[in-house]
């Protein structure tokens, strides 16, 4: 398991922005499948975008893609979420989480894959 801590949620308007931050710390292996999942109040945690700190291309949910963007920083211990042209229906809280083992199609959005999260944090679009 790896120590993960977000940052960066808020509260927004339609249509606005914000960019999470995943910051990992207490392993020695940077290679981690290591992205952002979001639960809203009454519905299953679900993932939102992942990838690979070795490489690879990202997985984003559709309902996402085309706004959001994940990316790292060339050291592999932090992950970013840039969200665009936010919707109501974004409104969750955002929890960072990571495995060892790698992205994948079929299970990298796979909840129960997971070890290690953080402790979340909240994002809030207004209509």
């Known amino acids: 398991q790896v120590d993960l801590v977000e940052s960066g949620g808020g509260s927004v308007m339609e249509g606005g922005s914000l960019r999470l931050s995943c910051v990992a710390s207490?392993?020695?292996?940077?290679?981690?499948?290591m992205g952002w999942f979001r639960q809203a109040p009454g519905k299953e945690r679900e993932g939102v975008a992942l990838l690979y700190t070795g490489g690879g291309t990202p997985y984003y949910a559709d309902s996402v893609k085309g706004r959001f963007t994940i990316s790292q920083d060339d050291t592999w211990n932090s992950v970013w979420l840039q969200m665009n042209y936010l919707k109501p229906e974004d409104a969750a809280t955002y929890y960072c989480a990571a495995r060892r083992k790698n992205c994948d199609s079929a299970s990298w959005s796979i909840v129960s894959d997971f070890d290690s999260w953080g402790q979340g944090t909240q994002v809030a679009v207004s209509s």
């Open positions: 207490g392993y020695s292996d940077k290679r981690y499948c």
